[in-house]
């Protein structure tokens, strides 16, 4: 059984999905289309940049989304038998569109919206967030715990693979994480460039909005389970995912036990599907000996064909 994964906010580049749309007429008709849904030309920001722009949190959103669904409907069918999908946090929308629960319109929609209003939280509650390289769960959780205070809290954000968690929090308990986490022996603590301290409780200014953007949309049953973030269990029920959706703003996005919970569902194959291949290699780290393959480029395209 393949299952199907989709990158998050951070993979996106200038000039993605450009040389996928010149191959296939369906990949093209997908730029076009959320250019005429979001009222301005994503493509061509996808394309030529500016990266500046590009990067912005409501911009790369939607970005990653549409070049991920540009790339499964340029694939057709024939990644292999497709039995689940997760996406790390933003892809998990894309995730959700693949399965056919939510509509591609819906879709670009939905996260350009909370692309916006992650950004006016961090605005509202400046926060920030930081790598941590060489630490197992325990270790990086008890750093959070200490570097928490008066002045702000830290929490884990994203546990990626074992021994690579971003923790995520108010600017000071962060810093103080990052140096108590080089004291705990942790490889590397890296501050990430980021517009607010996502998958943290400073998210929670952003709930209401995206409750109220996900309320309006329809969703449907899924072709195929999503694993949530919040919880790492397939769902297939829409209106559990749309609580879950929302409560992924404040939760760590649980990816290594994400991964895990797919292989025991039967995954023996990961297709990564849309920019880079940063999930192919978090699985790697995860799951020694299952076999991943990354789809987002013509050549990828060709090779499939």
């Not at 952003?206 to 999503?226: H, I, N, Q, S, W």
């Amino acid at each position: 059984m393949v299952g199907l994964l989709f990158p998050g906010q951070g993979s996106q580049f200038v000039g993605m999905g450009r040389d996928l749309a010149s191959a296939s007429d369906i990949a093209r008709r997908t730029f076009e289309e959320a250019d005429d849904v979001l009222g301005f030309a994503l493509s061509r920001l996808c394309w030529e940049g500016p990266e500046a722009e590009l990067t912005a949190t409501s911009n790369a959103q939607p970005a990653i989304l549409v070049h991920s669904v540009a790339a499964y409907r340029a694939a057709d069918g024939s990644l292999g038998d497709v039995g689940i999908a997760a996406g790390h946090s933003l892809g998990e929308f894309s995730a959700w569109v693949a399965a056919g629960a939510l509509s591609f319109a819906d879709g670009v929609r939905t996260v350009r919206r909370r692309g916006e209003l992650m950004y006016e939280g961090g605005r509202q509650r400046p926060g920030t967030m930081a790598a941590l390289l060489g630490l197992d769960d325990a270790d990086a959780e008890r750093v959070c715990r200490e570097a928490s205070g008066s002045d702000g809290e830290c929490v884990p954000a994203n546990y990626n693979s074992p021994g690579q968690i971003v923790i995520s929090g108010d600017i000071a308990a962060v810093e103080r994480a990052m140096a108590l986490a080089r004291q705990a022996g942790a490889k590397r603590a890296l501050q990430l460039n980021v517009s607010g301290a996502f998958h943290s409780p400073l998210m929670s200014v952003a709930e209401e909005g995206l409750r109220a953007e996900l309320d309006a949309v329809d969703m449907g049953t899924p072709a195929f389970p999503v694993v949530s973030n919040v919880t790492a269990r397939p769902v297939t029920d829409p209106s559990e995912a749309r609580r879950l959706l929302v409560e992924q703003l404040t939760s760590p996005v649980r990816w290594t036990d994400s991964v895990r919970a797919m292989v025991a569902a039967g995954v023996t194959s990961f297709a990564e599907v849309g920019p880079g291949n940063v999930l192919s290699g978090l699985v790697k780290r995860t799951e020694k000996g299952v076999h991943t393959r990354t789809f987002g480029t013509a050549a990828e395209l060709e090779a499939l064909a």
